[in-house]
């Protein structure tokens, strides 16, 4: 092989070699592609939902009677065991009782000396042996005889104290001997009726407000026999046992809280409620027909606080949403606006995804069972 033959063979072959290399550069410079991001969803559904309100509140007898006496003496027995219950009419006490039966034989005395006369005066008078106006004095004297004595009756009943209702009865404020008055500021005991019992609430009254509201713009629903049913939990945290229903509500909001007194009564049976107990009323308020549950995974807020959420479109990209949340219900949000049934919510794999992105949709599995409706 000539010179020049062999300086040709080697340029081709390092042209050759160059153009492998540049290939296999360009080759290990072009990028990977980017693997669609896989995310579990759920899709929303309108369901039926009570929409109820969660007040502190306490427990108010159902009626109360501060027993007093009605005539001045010492008192000689008491009748009854304080903490106990009581019936209408059942004697509490016995007043010192003497002086009033003198007064009352006295009266009785009185009376059968003026009925006397005036039946005297009574057959004279036709005779025209007495005058007309003798006879009418006696009997105005006959008939407030008979007056004295039906006074005398009373006061005599009076100083058996009895229990003007029937209740649980408190503890006595006096001992026998001492001395006691009509009238007198200090009550003897306290009687308070404790089945049925009153629980009152306080309600802001801007939520009152909105409650109107939605109601009359359609909103919610009216709950119907169930707006007036009440539920109460105890303040170990247990729940009471018997359901109440709602009585009233105050004409007028307190200036001080700007709020409004609810009124719920309550069988209790068992005497667990007492006066002046703390519980946890949760009224039902109203109804919503189409309510959105959404769980609480899908719902993150950004830098400004606000509520937002993914979810993926028919073309399976995500899509960013703002919403409003009502209340938080077990593990999930009342939605008020934002999505709507039949959305794809993304509640798995949130940090690997952008809006705009295209993703691989699947159902998701960190979403568990919804919990009971709560506040």
Known sequence: MSRKSANAAALVSLVAAALMLGGCQEESAAPAAKPTPKVGF??????????????????????????RPQVNGIIQKRLFTEGSEVKAGQQLYQIDASVYEATLKSAQASLASAKSLSDRYGLLVEEQAVSKQAYDEARAASLQAEANLEQARINLRYTKVLAPISGRIGRSAVTEGALVSNGQAQELATIQQLDPIYVDVTQPARDLLALRRDLAEGRLQKAGDDAAKVTLTLEDGTRYAHEGKLEFSEVSVDSTTGSVTLRAVFPNPDRILLPGMFVHAQLVAGLKSEAILAPQQGVTRNPKGEATALVIDAENKVELRQVKTDRAVGNRWLIAEGLEAGDRLITEGLQFIRPGDQVEPAPASNVTAAQPQAN
């Open 42 to 67: 759920v899709t929303l559904q309108a369901e039926p939902f009570a929409l109820t309100t969660e007040l502190p509140g306490r427990a108010r007898a159902h009626r109360v009677a501060e027993v």
